[in-house]
């Protein structure tokens, strides 16, 4: 196909660069997140080549089910103790080891405790006679070190807490298009697409890689014209994007610009705190957004919706790139949001969270009442 790269839809261009990878003839593969923007279709090829991979493979996943298929030794960094745990087993024995030393700490801390709280109290007996008060001191320092040297325990995962705003208030169909026609070039996307979003309504889009979904919410929020036909804006729209390609932020200018920007009315201490409950602390706000890792992105451009007051959110697989804690949050918000939510997802937990009303089927645009039995369609391997 000629077709230059920028042309390309989020899943073709990661296919592109999966293939050149994969079959570039080296030994060992180094793969960072490779499953994100997928199909199931293509997770399913991967998950098959790798498998059938004679080679090395170092992967960077957040996809519990690809590293349960091919990996037999899992490196993991804990980031509340700094340490890097090397574990040389497959990934479920893995967790069941990550378990045991979790207990095996909380173990240790309680023992320590006890012993420490014991000398202490002894210490204090002691100090009060002359002859003895410098074993008690010597006691206390003991039990002190005791303490110190203890491992973290680790008690949750520090997540993102989002919650997202009353939307403001707007008509019965804040959001709808009329015969939606777009192509590129000689190729088609979006044929007479009509469509009406409701107050409130969940409406999810679905259809394998390159059949249009990007470009319709890229019409619906006013990123591209189409050929022919329109988007109706209702009474009292107010839209929030999430791009795929995380293009709604800045990358020349800092985390705290961007949120503020998007929210305009947040003061600088609110920005501050919203930033902080995205996990963003200390020198994070002063970064530059084109430095931020994908998943910081994510987390960066979510927060600046959330506190927008949209009352209509279009968002482009917005799980992408997030840690399994952070993605568990934004679906737990996404599943109390009363505004409209027009979601595009490859990922069968973001379906469950959303539980939408209505699915729009791309490429050929039906539509209809949702049903779980779509969840095939999204989870066909
Ligand atoms: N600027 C462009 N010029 C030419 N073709 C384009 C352009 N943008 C997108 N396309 C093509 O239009 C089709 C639809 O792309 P789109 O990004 O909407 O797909 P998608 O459904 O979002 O796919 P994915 O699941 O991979 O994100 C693809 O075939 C893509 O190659
Ligand atoms: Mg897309």
Redo the contacts with the bound molecule.
Sequence with gaps: ME??L?????????RVELARILFAGHGTLLLDEPTN???ADSVAWLRAFLTAHQGGLVLISHDIGLLADTVNRVFHLDPRRAALDVHNTGWAAHLAQREADERRRTRERANAERKAAALHAQADNMRARVATAVVAKNMARRADRMLADLEPVRHTDKVARIRLPEPAACGRTPLGTVGLTKA??D?P?LTGVDLAVDRGTRLVIL????????????LLAGRDTPDSGRVVHGHGLRLGYFA?EHDTLDDTRTVRENLASAAPHLTDGEVRHVLGSFLFTGDDADKRAGVLSGGEKTRLALAGLVHSGANVLLL??PTNNLDPASRDEVLGAVGTYPGAIVM?T?DEGALEALRPDRVLL??DADQDIWSDDYLELVALD
Excluded: F, I
């Excluded at 920028?6 to 990661?14: D, M, V």
């Excluded at 259809?207 to 890229?218: Q, S, V, Y």
């Design positions: 077709q230059p920028a042309a390309l839809s989020g899943g073709q261009r990661r923007h997928l199909d590129y070039g190729h996307v259809g394998p890689n390159g059949a249009g979904k990007t470009t319709l919410l890229r795929q482009d697989e595009v490859h791309l490429p």
